[in-house]
């Protein structure tokens, strides 16, 4: 899987999560505190949906230390 179908998956689920409906604000130096609506909820169930939808695990503690979307895309690349 490359980068960019991770980064779909991944801004995908962060849409969906935050109700974001401008998809194109996302690139891979935006950070949690740049997307209303992404709180440690919603980081739980950003993770859950990218989780679920490439049938993959990873330890949320992992997660936290993701400063950025292409930070937090590198990280799913690993388990996939």
Not at 13 to 35: G, K, P, Q, W, Y
């Amino acid at each position: 899987m490359t980068s960019d179908e991770i980064f779909a998956i991944v801004s995908d689920s962060i849409c969906e999560e935050t109700r974001l409906s401008d998809i194109s604000s996302i690139n891979e130096m935006t950070t949690a505190n740049e997307v209303p609506g992404w709180d440690s909820l919603a980081h739980v169930r950003i993770m859950l949906g990218i989780e679920m939808e490439l049938d993959i695990t990873i330890p949320i503690e992992d997660t936290y230390k993701a400063d950025t979307v292409g930070d937090l895309v590198t990280l799913v690349a690993r388990f996939t």
